[in-house]
């Protein structure tokens, strides 16, 4: 494995795994994105909105980072049921 890999030979070391490494792999990613969507975002947006209520600013900066994870996630989301229901 190299020290900086490049996507396409990370792609290939995953699918060289057996199946039970992928769905515990799948099932771990799952979680990780159901729980960023569902919990720490929303979490940051809340911080964000409190924190602009105190400080009587709006951080600008942090919503469209939160945003921008937000959507990323519902397209790659999004991309994934489509793929499925092919």
């Known amino acids: 494995m190299p020290l900086v890999p490049t996507l396409k030979e990370?792609?290939?070391?995953?699918?060289?795994m057996d199946e039970a490494e992928l769905e515990v792999n799948y099932k771990m990613a799952f979680d990780?994105?159901?729980n960023l969507s569902g919990a720490i975002l929303p979490a940051i947006?809340?911080?964000?909105?409190?924190?602009s209520f105190i400080?009587?600013?709006v951080e600008?900066?942090?919503?469209?980072?939160a945003a921008v994870i937000h959507l990323y996630i519902m397209v790659k989301s999004f991309k994934?049921?489509?793929?499925?229901y092919k």
């Open 10 to 16: 990370l792609k290939q070391n995953i699918m060289q």
């Open 32 to 34: 990780i994105v159901m």
């Open 45 to 51: 947006y809340l911080i964000l909105f409190f924190w």
């Open 55 to 57: 400080t009587q600013k």
């Open 60 to 65: 600008v900066t942090g919503i469209l980072v």
């Open 80 to 84: 994934m049921t489509k793929e499925y």
